[in-house]
């Protein structure tokens, strides 16, 4: 069974940093793409940033210039640098992976930490 385990979030003040890390365990498919959604309860669930297996990354406009998403020391790490936070930031971050395998694909989803910015 997949398992993604998710660190790094917190509150902090906007014009402030954080980063956040993924690891994806319980499978040796291939990774297609790893990346992080963010969620305001409301709101759908909306893309940040995504890794490809090839390692090319995908911003939403909304974190261009702000975010960075980055493999740490695997293809099953993942991190994510956001600067520059301001408070409409303010979401659970949810970090997901894309995996094939020979039967199919499957993608699983971690289960979110909060990113508080107060202004």
């Known amino acids: 069974q997949v398992q993604l385990v998710e660190s790094g979030g917190g509150s902090v003040q906007a014009g402030e940093s954080l980063r956040l890390s993924c690891v994806a365990s319980?499978?040796?498919?291939?990774?297609?793409?790893m990346g992080w959604y963010r969620q305001v309860p409301g709101n759908q669930r909306e893309l940040v940033a995504t890794?490809?297996?090839?390692?090319?990354?995908r911003y939403a406009e909304f974190v261009k210039g702000r975010f960075t998403i980055s493999r740490g020391t695997s293809e099953r790490e993942v991190d994510l640098y956001l600067t520059s936070l301001k408070p409409d930031d303010t979401a659970v971050y949810y970090c997901?992976?894309?995996?094939?395998?020979?039967?199919?694909?499957?993608?699983?989803w971690g289960q979110g930490t909060q990113v508080t910015v107060s202004s």
């Open positions: 890794l490809t297996g090839g390692g090319d990354a």
């Open positions: 319980g499978s040796s498919a291939s990774v297609n793409a």
């Open positions: 997901y992976v894309d995996l094939e395998f020979s039967g199919g694909s499957l993608q699983a």
